[in-house]
């Protein structure tokens, strides 16, 4: 029996974490140490019985059936939390998840979590590689102010990069900021990861040419032993030649999507399609649909517009009638579709009271900036968010500083996650009793104090003590 593909076991010394292998979501599991002893016994090697055999030796089981029944229950824990459990066919040859048992167990004695619940070796590393893009999209969110070009990180340095990476373990190697296909420099890091067996997930606004459907082909994009997670995502808002084209600022935009679907196709690449929502075309998520579907596209995702940092975009943000109309119309849309994978983000308008807020905040997810992730900008400098100003006061370190564990471990990086309570003078987090189990556990997420306060020292919008009204997020 094997662990799905899509995850991935580490054996971080003192504990040992499984994590989830996704562009969309981040999923970080400290096992405890009596599940971690489990899991390390289904390996790709051993059957369910024998797995039931050895889990009764460590848990001190005698009778048979309690073990089989233990070693039950641990596989349903397992798939509650997502974690796919299979038979490995004889014949299917390379799996990632096929490990020596050994390499996962730690001693009792020794195991310890993580300090600050702060993973000792992160599991997500986004290379920020170009600011390069083809568009000038209204709703536009990155930071593109121009980079030192003297001063850029070489091809050399971004597969060094790529190189510590997997020496790490660390499989989630995310491809943010600017265009890949916009750069020849950033399209030579996808074809590196892909020839390194990583996954790669590319979002573009660019034409796929036969060529570029072709180079990725070649470079292994359609190789099964890449977890099957390889992703081609075009973007585009609208099925209307001219909405296309307004919210690009480009012209002839649609087409070229059409023509890059058609080339990917032709090469055996199926693409998804995502869109923002904005009051321009919040009412053609069937439109879209319906229009790409009939080129083969089965894969839709959906989101709302959102306030951008760096470019005044207020007036693109969905007024809660807007919502509402999607709310309505989100069940009808994939009643109609039911084979297909559709995601249209939903936020139903309503007020929330202040008990409904407080448990909303409980359960936050945890911020993965510096707790499990690094994000590196094409100057080596790096930061928790590449949604985060690209400036010095933000600034982590540099990659070129000692490498991704030079960074990981600097004092910069521990005061940036874990302030002096006395920095949020006049902020609700200044006097909150839980200042330090509200940083040590979730967090908070910086860039929505920045993006609505304009002050990182700042508790959230989302925070049930926050008073102050803010700048609309989305």
Not at 247 to 266: K, P
Request: glycine residues 6%; hydrophobic residues 35%; contains cysteine.
């Amino acid at each position: 029996m094997v662990l799905d593909s899509k995850w991935v076991l580490r054996n971080d010394k003192t504990y040992v974490v499984l994590y989830l292998v996704s562009s969309s979501e981040t999923k970080v599991w400290i096992l405890p140490a009596p599940l971690s002893y489990a899991i390390a016994f289904i390996n790709g090697r051993n059957t369910f019985d024998q797995i039931c055999f050895y889990i009764g030796k460590v848990f001190g089981i005698e009778k048979e059936f309690e073990a089989k029944q233990k070693t039950t229950k641990i596989i349903n824990v397992l798939k509650h939390n997502g974690v796919g459990v299979s038979i490995l066919a004889e014949n299917q040859g390379y799996h990632p998840n096929i490990y020596e048992t050994k390499d996962f167990f730690v001693p009792v004695r020794n195991y310890k979590g993580p300090f600050r619940n702060r993973l000792k070796v992160p599991t997500s590393i986004n290379l920020f590689t170009t600011k390069k893009c083809n568009t000038n999209c209204l709703y536009c969110y990155a930071d593109r102010r121009p980079d030192d070009q003297g001063n850029l990180l070489s091809m050399n340095e971004w597969k060094a990069i790529i190189d510590e990476c997997i020496a790490l373990n660390i499989w989630n190697i995310g491809l943010v900021g600017g265009d890949q296909l916009a750069s020849s420099d950033s399209f030579a890091v996808v074809k590196y990861l892909l020839g390194k067996q990583v996954p790669v997930f590319i979002s573009t606004k660019c034409e796929v040419t036969d060529k570029i459907a072709k180079d990725l082909v070649v470079a292994g994009f359609l190789s099964a032993s890449l977890r099957n997670l390889n992703e081609l995502q075009l973007s585009v808002d609208s099925a209307n030649s001219r909405n296309a084209d307004l919210l690009t600022g480009t012209s002839g935009f649609l087409e070229r999507v059409c023509r890059s679907i058609d080339c990917c196709t032709a090469h055996g690449i199926v693409p998804k399609i995502k869109a923002v929502l904005t009051p321009f075309n919040y009412m053609e998520i069937e439109e879209i649909i319906s229009y790409f579907s009939e080129k083969g596209i089965v894969d839709f995702q959906f989101v709302h517009c959102g306030r951008s940092y760096f470019k005044e975009n207020k007036n693109l943000l969905l007024t809660e009638d807007m919502k509402k109309w999607i709310h309505d119309s989100k069940e009808q849309v994939l009643a109609k579709y039911p084979n297909f994978k559709i995601t249209i983000q939903d936020e139903p308008p309503r007020n929330i009271s202040r008990t409904e807020k407080i448990e909303t905040w409980k359960r936050r997810a945890k911020c993965s900036g510096g707790y499990s992730s690094l994000t590196i900008l094409p100057t080596g400098f790096v930061i928790a968010c590449e949604q985060i100003p690209q400036i010095p006061q933000y600034f982590m370190g540099n990659i070129r500083d000692g490498g991704i564990m030079g960074v990981w471990n600097n004092e910069k990086i521990e005061r940036f996650l874990f302030p002096e309570q006395s920095l949020f003078k006049g902020s609700p987090c200044g006097k909150c009793d839980e200042f330090v189990n509200c940083f040590d556990n979730a967090g908070f997420c910086f860039r929505d104090a920045i993006f609505a306060y304009d002050d990182i020292f700042q508790a959230p919008p989302s925070c049930p003590n926050q008073n102050r009204k803010p700048r609309r997020l989305s």
